[in-house]
């Protein structure tokens, strides 16, 4: 069973910071991987999906990259702003694509 | 575009009472759907998941059932309530394997 990791828990940065944010997982066999942000109270909001023939995507400030071989992925946020703030998600979809496998997140706070 | 909805977003029920949360999708047509609970600190848990109407899926034996009686329509229920099935509820859908899950704003669940 695919069992994915998120690390660390919690990460406190001061504001403007580069960072990188890091999910593993133990199943190279997957489809694509996606991170999501989850504000507090609030349901997940799509950042970024990576396909597994993909190596990197881009938005914005953000960059998730795909290392299937080793079964990871990271998501690195430049210059870093207070409202960055939020826990960050990653999930993995197996071929069978109806199953999605989360980690349990990295909550971020980004201090003024 | 497409827009996913759930509610209601706050609910407190009586341990024994029925449930049934809903949530529609808008601006697709033949989507997969997605219930999943979010226990406080901890990962998402895939409940269920539809391909098709009157198609589900189930992942975690429990007190709960799905239902999809129309094509952008999935219903959460239960008979009777137990504490355990506090937690807040999270409604996602997707087309082809190629596209991102999209989350709904999710549904807190209070049992008493």
């Known amino acids: 069973k695919q069992e994915v990791t998120q690390i660390p828990a919690a990460l406190s940065v001061p504001e403007g910071e580069n960072l990188v944010l890091n999910c593993s997982f133990t199943?190279?066999?997957?489809?694509?991987l996606q991170w999501f942000r989850q504000d507090p109270g609030k349901g997940l909001t799509s950042l970024l999906l990576i396909q597994s023939s993909q190596r990197e995507q881009t938005s914005g400030r953000l960059n998730a990259s795909l290392d299937k071989s080793s079964g990871r992925s990271t998501l690195y946020i430049a210059a870093s702003q207070p409202g960055d703030s939020a826990t960050y998600l990653c999930a993995v979809a197996p071929y069978n694509f109806n199953k999605f496998y989360f980690g349990s997140g990295t909550k971020l706070n980004v201090k003024p | 575009s497409q827009t996913i909805h759930q509610w209601p977003a706050t609910l407190v029920q009586p341990v024994g009472s029925p449930l049934s949360l809903e949530c529609t999708v808008e601006g697709t047509s033949n989507p997969n759907l997605y219930w999943y609970r979010q226990a406080a600190g901890r990962g998402l848990q895939l409940l269920f998941y539809s391909v098709g109407i009157g198609q589900i899926s189930s992942e975690v034996p429990q007190n709960l059932s799905a239902s999809r009686p129309q094509d952008r329509q999935f219903i959460l229920s239960s008979k009777k309530l137990l504490l355990s099935d506090s937690g807040f509820y999270l409604c996602?859908?997707?087309?082809?394997?190629?596209?991102?899950?999209?989350f709904g704003d999710g549904t807190r669940l209070s049992i008493l």
């Open positions: 996602a859908w997707r087309g082809t394997a190629n596209q991102p899950q999209h």
């Open positions: 199943d190279s066999a997957i489809y694509n």
